[in-house]
């Protein structure tokens, strides 16, 4: 029975040290860059802050602990870029990564516990931005002809900038900040506890369901299905 129970605390310490993750071992200097393919869209899963950064030319440059830099995952993939960990790490803070990047992107996705931001304002023509888990997209700065920007679970996104045409999917307990984002057209899906803030300038449309709520500033005109708990309100 002892026996048993040495093995059995044995294992539960195994099982809570992997849990755990990896831990970065010395200062966060280390600054390594990664030559990368030809991409249009990015698809990030970890625990990592990312910086999104015009440039000439496009590379990943990762900040990092030294033995945590073979733990990177990158590659690109039919044109997207991926990045994240081939074990996961036991602090957020342990990478910092700016990805420098000269072509036209399409899509973004973040997953886990990433944090995305732009330096400055990025142009796009037509553009989509995915979030779920637990990331975080803050100080994001986009000019847009058209958007789709989907949020899940317990992300959230904060985006500043203007496009003409928007359509938003919100569900879970996703948090949406878009009053800095000057929106002529909105369209939103909306459910679950979704929270949503959006400036909005000629129209408004779609469905607010179950305990989600858009708050908005302008005057714009409606055709919005409320329903449930849901909630519309004017600032």
Do not use: W
């Amino acid at each position: 029975m002892n026996k048993f129970l040495f093995i059995l605390s044995i294992f539960s310490l195994a099982l809570t040290s992997c849990s755990d993750g990896i831990k970065g071992e010395g200062d966060v200097g280390l600054a390594v860059d990664f030559k990368i393919e030809a991409f249009d869209a990015i698809d990030a899963n970890g625990s990592f802050k990312m910086i999104l950064i015009p440039n000439d030319s496009s590379y990943v440059s990762v900040q990092t602990h030294k033995n945590l830099i073979e733990n990177m995952d990158i590659y690109v993939q039919n044109k997207t870029l991926h990045i994240g960990e081939k074990t996961a790490v036991e602090a957020f803070e342990s990478y910092v990564i700016y990805l420098y990047y000269h072509q036209d992107l399409n899509k973004i996705s973040t997953a886990g516990k990433v944090l995305l931001e732009t330096e400055g304002i990025i142009n796009f023509d037509n553009f989509e931005l995915e979030t779920s888990d637990a990331s975080n997209v803050n100080q994001f700065g986009i000019i847009a002809k058209e958007a789709k920007i989907t949020v899940l679970d317990k992300s959230e996104v904060n985006v500043h900038g203007e496009t003409s045409t928007l359509k938003l999917k919100a569900k879970d307990y996703a948090k949406v900040d878009l009053s800095d984002f000057d929106v002529r057209v909105l369209d939103v899906d909306l459910a679950g506890e979704a929270d949503v803030e959006a400036n909005i300038g000629k129209e408004l449309s779609g469905r607010i369901l179950q305990n989600s709520t858009l708050e908005y500033q302008g005057n714009p005109m409606k055709d919005v299905e409320v329903k449930d708990n849901g909630e519309l309100l004017k600032k």
